[in-house]
């Protein structure tokens, strides 16, 4: 019987790529997209979502997590006061003293990665993907895609779960270039993701994921194919 992997998907560049890389491996019908709600101020990349799971005729999974980040004032959490920065995350963890940026949401990945497992095993998948890449793990702006939490991750998972499950961080070495380099190649519809910390009608292109973005389409030497159809 063939493997089936389940796949953290958000809508963005980097799960949407993880997404791909999986349907290469394993064949669509023997993926499982999982996205999870958290309490985001806006609901676009759900809507993103949505549009390449049709692009792929998929459908999937979805979990709803927003109570347990209610004590969270991070900043992309709809009940938080704050505001989202509009600088790049180095220039966020100047003078921060080692802390994580205000979009960090607490301990997410390390939430999110324990619940898939339970769903994971239960629907006989082998492996889990998610989409850190050491861009965000850098300067500790988002502690859970550092190299060293997705080790430990794995460790937890794969013995947890009496080895039979494993977490596939594909791009933990990789910068966003490389994952947009990886995504160019699988084809991925990058015209129909979003990365956007804000809800607006367009990105902003001023926050950290958006300049982010920028750069690694350019290190591409591409256009960014969403800046013409959002």
């Known amino acids: 019987m063939k493997e089936k992997a389940m796949v953290l998907f958000s809508g963005g560049v980097d799960s949407t ?15 499982v997209p999982l996205c999870i709600v958290y ?10 979502a949505k549009k390449i799971l049709d692009y792929y005729g998929l459908t999937h999974m979805e979990l709803d997590l927003t109570s347990v980040f209610a004590y969270s004032d991070c900043s992309l959490l709809s009940h938080s006061g704050q505001q989202i920065p509009e600088a790049t995350y180095a220039s966020q963890l100047e003078g921060s003293q080692g ?17 898939a497992a339970s ?21 500790s702006a988002y502690p859970d895609c550092s190299e060293m939490f997705y080790n430990s991750m794995n460790s937890a998972i794969y013995e947890g779960s009496g080895k039979a499950l494993r977490v596939v961080a594909p791009f933990i070495t990789c ?7 990886e995504g160019l190649r699988l084809n991925v519809p ?23 973005r920028q750069k690694a389409f350019e290190a591409n030497h591409v256009a960014d194919p969403a800046a013409a159809v959002v």
């Open 17 to 31: 790529t993880c997404l791909g890389l999986a349907i290469e491996r394993y064949g669509k019908e023997n993926v």
């Open 39 to 48: 309490g985001q101020k806006h609901q676009k990349e759900v809507e993103a």
């Open 99 to 115: 802390a994580p940026v205000s979009t960090y949401v607490p301990f997410r990945n390390g939430l999110f990665l324990s619940c």
């Open 119 to 139: 769903m994971a095993l239960s629907l006989g998948c082998s492996c889990i993907y998610y989409g850190a890449h050491k861009d965000d793990a850098a300067g």
């Open 175 to 181: 910068n966003k270039a490389q994952v947009v380099k």
């Open 190 to 212: 990058y015209a129909l993701t979003w990365s956007c910390y804000e809800g607006r009608e367009r990105p902003c292109g001023q926050c950290a994921t958006c300049l982010d």
